[in-house]
């Protein structure tokens, strides 16, 4: 079972919930770079150019994100990237259905 209310917190947050939005379709982001072509998720620093917010405000973000299971993250050296974990996100949405009574 998802703790619905830390989930509810992470997401309270709109530019949050855009970066999940976001991060459903890579062809929001550019195109990886060759060396990264075989790596599912997006560069942490394309999320920082699409968001328009500083490195540390992005890094803080994502933290919350992957603490709540959102997101999965991989490291490639000196690069973070980013996926959605749908799994955990349908478990939010049944979690909280469920919560509200549905």
């Not at 550019?30 to 997006?42: F, K, T, Y």
């Amino acid at each position: 079972m998802m703790d619905v209310n830390n989930a509810l917190s992470v997401l309270n947050n709109p530019i949050r919930r855009q970066i999940l939005l976001w991060l459903k379709d890579r062809s929001n982001f550019p195109p990886p770079l060759p060396e990264h072509a075989s790596i599912n998720g997006v560069c942490v620093g394309f999320i920082k150019e699409k968001a328009g917010l500083s490195q540390s405000t992005i890094s803080n973000y994502m933290s919350q994100l992957k603490k709540q299971n959102l997101v999965l993250a991989e490291r490639q050296g000196q690069w973070t990237f980013y996926r959605r974990n749908e799994d955990a996100i349908k478990l939010f949405v049944k979690s909280f259905s469920e919560e509200m009574g549905e």
